[in-house]
Structures are given as C-alpha cells and as structure tokens.
C-alpha cells in the first residue's frame, strides 16, 4: 500500500509538469541522445480512447471572439497570432515526432540555445503517453489582447482567453485520476474542473472506457515575437518558475504587461 501511495505521488509530480502551456516548466529525467533521435524518427500511434480526437483532423480550435475582444493591436497581427498558436497547440496536442520540430519554432528559441534540453521534454511526452496519460487543448478563445512592450532583440504581448484543456487517462493508464483535482483547480480555478468517466460504444461493438479531466477558465498567455519576423511564439504564466525563465523577457516588461492586464479588468467590473 506504501509503496503505491508512493508510485502514484511521484506519478502525478511528474504530470504536473505538462499540464497545458507548460511543457518547459521543468527538465525530465535523462534521456540518452540516443533514446532522442529514435523519437524524433517514430511517429506516434493514434489512439481511439481520446473521444471527439482524431490524429489526423485536430478538432483544437483557435479564435477570437469579436463580441468579447479588448485589443491593442491590429486584427491582422491578432489573426497572424491565433493562427499560429494553432500550430503551436496542435502539436503539442498529437506529441507526434514530426510535429515537434514544428512545435519548437513557436517557443522563443532566440532566448534560449539548449535544444537538447528542449528534445528530452519530448522523450519525457511520449514516455507519459505511452503509461496512457496525455494533454490535450480543445478550444481557445481570444478576448483581450495588449500592446507591444519592446526590448533589445523582441517585442512582448499578453493575450487572454478561454481554454478547453483536458487530461486524457487511456484504458492502460494504472493510476488514479482523481489524484489530479487538486492540482488543477491549482490552476484553473476551484469549480472551473470536471472528471468525467464513462463507457464508450465503439462503431465495431468494442465497449471502451473514457476518462477525463476537463478545465474551463480563463487565463493568460505571453506572446514573443522577434524584431526581425511576424513568426509568433508562447510562453505560459508562470514560465519565470523555469530554471531559464529569466532569459525569456524582462521581468519588469512581465510585471508591466500583468498589471495592465488587471487594471483594465478592474475598471471593466
């Protein structure tokens, strides 16, 4: 009993650490750089416990609600934005080999040169999906968008939007689920999580068990853009808790960008 108390702790210690936006919040264990090339050159299996998600036609919606939306910057570079923070979430969502190349050209790689670091949070993805344990971005819905702060070699916005996230517990997930609540309402807010845990009828007659968490909320997310490009990349609240956090903007642009963010609210309620 002790000792799966004690799997299922360092279990979701580890889960923790990519739950939504957060991929580079914390290192996993090391991985060979052999173990790293045979997953950038294996494609990842679908797999049809994941309800409503097909691999290869990502239902992951990225918007802007214009009934909602305060912005300060023109509608073609917010368009630009959701366009490619949909490339960024999708694949992040598939955790597919080919896709990561594609997934790290929306993280500011201009601040930060240790792409092997970046590679073992991918071996460390698919590790947890293979245990049957994944994350998956369903919707987002853009609201609020600042102005551009510009430093030496960037410049920085802050978007704010609605999120549909979900943690997805495959068939041979051996753990417990429930274990997570806390840990998202840490971050989503209490009341805004739901688990969901039901039996799917597949179309060849297959009974399939589907589990979930599912967060709706509201939240915030940094967009970088280097001065030379309109080629977007994201950074979650809270990245500055990373061991590279402060090489990613100046914490007083951060703190600039936050406080904005909450006077606006507060003159709007």
Request: aromatic share 14%; proline share 3%; with cysteine.
């Amino acid at each position: 009993m002790i000792f799966h108390k004690l799997s299922n702790s360092i279990f979701f210690r580890f889960a923790l650490v990519f739950t939504t936006l957060a991929l580079f919040f914390t290192g996993c264990a090391d991985v060979s750089e052999e173990e790293i090339v045979e997953y950038q050159t294996i494609n990842t299996e679908s797999n049809p416990s994941v309800p409503g998600f097909d691999w290869s036609n990502d239902p992951l919606k990225v918007g802007i609600n214009d009934n909602l939306l305060n912005s300060k910057m023109g509608r073609d570079t917010l368009d630009g934005i959701a366009e490619d923070m949909y490339q960024y979430l999708h694949t992040m969502n598939t955790i597919d080999s080919s896709d990561w190349i594609i997934h790290l050209s929306h993280f500011p790689m201009h601040r930060y040169s240790d792409t092997s670091k970046l590679n073992k949070q991918f071996t460390g993805l698919s590790h947890w999906k293979e245990k049957g344990f994944a994350n998956r971005v369903g919707n987002i819905d853009i609201q609020y968008a600042s102005d551009w702060i510009f430093e030496e070699d960037q410049m920085v916005a802050l978007i704010g939007h609605d999120i549909d996230f979900y943690q997805d517990f495959l068939p041979n997930f051996e753990g417990n689920p429930e274990g997570m609540k806390f840990m998202l309402e840490d971050k989503y807010g209490r009341g805004n999580c739901t688990y969901n845990s039901y039996t799917d009828i597949m179309g060849n007659g297959d009974s399939l068990l589907v589990r979930n968490w599912h967060a709706h909320a509201y939240t915030n997310t940094y967009v970088l853009c280097n001065l030379d490009s309109l080629h977007f990349t994201f950074l979650p609240i809270g990245f500055q808790k990373a061991a590279f956090g402060a090489q990613m903007m100046d914490s007083e642009t951060m703190l600039t960008l936050l406080r904005d963010h909450r006077e606006l609210f507060k003159e709007e309620n």
